[in-house]
């Protein structure tokens, strides 16, 4: 108890809650300087990438990608520098760093998975494998693209699911948004039905459609009969669309032309499948 007694005698009060004080101000002026900093720093971004946008050389997937990466990058060298700043104020941050050495092996082992994810992103990057809006088959995931980071890749599911994928798992990315879309319509017809008859009429749907529909890039064409059985006569039709635009436009030509079908009496079996698939242009 005494020694306890005399240790807290010897304590400098005032000069101790000078210190506490002390830190406790520049604590708060760093946690408001690095809220200024990251709010004015992001709408500095947010402003360049929107004049950036403007240019007709830039997709507007492109500049998203580019103002995610920045922003993201902005983000962690902003932390770290505040970090380090907040350090300075309870340990000396000087000597951590000079024996960063002794531990660089340990810190290497350790960051392997870290360092293959920026270098990985590095490069899906720089070879424009996908930009932010992309419609994207990454494994078992399918989804939009919805930011590209340092570490990772956020894709957001077609059912609302957001997943986050390390950059260093990407092996196989399948793009569906570069280039046209191809749109491939097989027409079920009964088979006790005049084909030539029935090519006719799914042709002038076609060109009708390619006249009217602006997202159909090179018109439908039917190819013929590819394959008759006892109950059905499959009539392909073939074309491109806008990319993004293929469903409507499948959609469309097959309320055409089974409205066309049925308009001339062309005898239609209960189903009436369609099929499409990526095609670049």
């Not at 490069?123 to 809006?133: M, P």
């Not at 419609?135 to 919805?146: A, C, D, Q, Y």
Request: glycine share 6%; proline share 2%.
């Amino acid at each position: 108890m005494n020694l306890l007694k005399k240790w807290f005698n010897s304590i400098d009060w005032e000069q101790f809650w000078n210190h506490i004080i002390s830190v406790g101000i520049k604590i708060a002026i760093l946690l408001v300087l690095y809220f200024i900093f990251r709010v004015v720093g992001n709408k500095i971004i947010r402003s360049f990438f929107r004049k950036y946008r403007q240019q007709q050389a830039v997709s507007v997937g492109r500049a998203d990608t580019l103002e995610s990466l920045i922003s993201n990058f902005y983000g962690y060298v902003l932390f770290f520098t505040f970090a380090i700043l907040l350090l300075q104020n309870f340990m000396d941050v000087t000597a951590i760093i000079a024996s960063a050495g002794v531990a660089s092996l340990a810190i290497a082992f350790g960051a392997q998975g870290l360092v293959s994810d920026v270098v990985t992103g590095f490069f899906i990057l720089l070879e424009r494998q996908l930009d932010v809006g992309d419609t994207i088959t990454i494994g078992l995931v399918n989804g939009t693209v919805e930011a590209l980071g340092l570490r990772t890749t956020q894709v957001r599911d077609f059912d609302g699911t957001l997943h986050f994928i390390p950059n260093r798992q990407i092996m196989v990315v399948s793009n569906h948004s570069r280039g046209n879309m191809r749109v491939m319509v097989d027409i079920q017809i009964s088979p006790h039905e005049d084909p030539e008859k029935a090519i006719t009429i799914i042709s002038e749907v076609c060109e009708a459609a390619a006249k009217e529909n602006k997202n159909i890039v090179e018109p439908p064409i039917v190819l013929g009969v590819q394959n008759i059985d006892a109950t059905n006569m499959v009539i392909r039709v073939v074309g491109k669309a806008v990319n993004g635009e293929q469903y409507s436009v499948q959609r469309d030509l097959l309320k055409d032309i089974r409205e066309a079908l049925a308009e001339n009496e062309i005898e239609l079996p209960l189903n009436f499948v369609s099929t499409f698939g990526p095609n670049n242009n």
